[in-house]
């Protein structure tokens, strides 16, 4: 599976070449970069251990958009909110699944066969299924449209077969159905395979430093992993 995990770990500076072709207006004022957003989209990226199975699951919250966008140099302010405002309203993931055969080839299952099977779970246990798109907002897919020759001429089948599904992003009390910031839970089940993230995610918070040792920590660790020490954590 390394030679995956490699392909994997290149779609980082991919999906920011995606981004600069959706805003590549010259002149454009760029913005500071606050997240590492190659630290961001790993912390985003689930790949299963299933021997025989290949399942790959990449959650696009609206910090990664963000944070894309201010490591382009070619991004404003104005780009940066209407993008927001786009993506605001969903929990977008892209899913790349199969088979995986005899010298490690790959049989993909199709987008019907994912969709089919995809599922969102938030903290308090609600079941969420994608929308289909004339429930979005059409510039949705015409983003995750833009992506998907990109991916597919940098990481070959793997990108050609990553299929992204929205699904709301938000609670009938308008509070995110997955925040990455804040203390809480996010699953995503393809079938009996099941990816979670525990939140806040450490990639959007300051690092903390431990006040016995000095090791330099995730903002996300309530405790210091070497000597135990309780750490300020997220609030």
Same mark, same amino acid.
């Given at each position: 599976?390394?030679?995956?995990?490699?392909?994997?770990?290149?779609?980082?500076?991919?999906?920011?070449?995606?981004?600069?072709?959706?805003?590549?207006?010259?002149?454009?004022?760029?913005?500071?970069?606050?997240?590492?957003?190659?630290?961001?989209?790993?912390?985003?990226?689930?790949?299963?251990?299933?021997?025989?199975?290949?399942?790959?699951?990449?959650?696009?919250?609206?910090?990664?958009?963000?944070?894309?966008?201010?490591?382009?140099?070619? &991004? &404003?302010? $104005?780009?940066?909110? /209407?993008?927001?405002?786009?993506?605001?309203?969903?929990?977008?993931?892209?899913?790349?699944?199969? =088979?995986?055969?005899?010298? $490690?080839?790959?049989?993909?299952?199709?987008? /019907?066969?994912?969709?089919?099977?995809?599922?969102?779970?938030?903290?308090?246990?609600?079941?969420?299924?994608?929308?289909?798109?004339? =429930?979005?907002?059409?510039?949705?897919?015409?983003?995750?449209?833009?992506?998907?020759?990109?991916?597919?001429?940098?990481?070959?089948?793997?990108?050609?077969?990553?299929?992204?599904?929205?699904?709301?992003?938000?609670?009938?009390?308008?509070?995110?159905?997955?925040?990455?910031?804040?203390?809480?839970?996010?699953?995503?089940?393809?079938?009996?395979?099941?990816?979670?993230?525990?939140?806040?995610? *450490?990639?959007?918070?300051?690092?903390? =430093?431990?006040?016995?040792? *000095?090791?330099?920590?995730?903002?996300?660790?309530?405790?210091?992993?070497?000597?135990?020490?309780?750490?300020?954590? /997220? =609030?």
């Amino acid at each position: 599976m390394e030679p995956l995990r490699t392909k994997i770990a290149s779609l980082a500076p991919v999906a920011l070449a995606a981004i600069g072709l959706l805003l590549g207006s010259l002149g454009a004022t760029a913005q500071d970069q606050k997240i590492d957003v190659t630290s961001l989209v790993r912390e985003t990226q689930k790949v299963s251990n299933e021997p025989g199975e290949m399942n790959f699951v990449w959650w696009l919250p609206e910090e990664y958009w963000k944070a894309s966008m201010a490591a382009n140099p070619n &991004s &404003s302010p $104005a780009q940066v909110e /209407t993008l927001i405002k786009v993506v605001h309203p969903y929990f977008l993931v892209g899913v790349g699944s199969g =088979k995986v055969g005899p010298f $490690a080839a790959i049989t993909f299952r199709t987008d /019907t066969d994912i969709r089919g099977v995809i599922q969102l779970k938030d903290t308090d246990g609600t079941i969420y299924k994608p929308l289909p798109d004339d =429930k979005l907002d059409p510039s949705v897919p015409a983003l995750l449209a833009l992506m998907k020759p990109i991916l597919s001429r940098a990481v070959g089948s793997l990108g050609e077969n990553i299929h992204f599904y929205v699904f709301p992003g938000s609670k009938k009390d308008g509070a995110r159905v997955c925040d990455p910031a804040k203390e809480g839970a996010c699953e995503v089940s393809l079938g009996e395979r099941s990816f979670k993230w525990k939140l806040p995610l *450490g990639s959007l918070l300051p690092v903390q =430093k431990c006040p016995t040792c *000095g090791e330099t920590l995730s903002g996300a660790y309530k405790y210091c992993p070497f000597d135990g020490t309780k750490l300020g954590g /997220t =609030k």
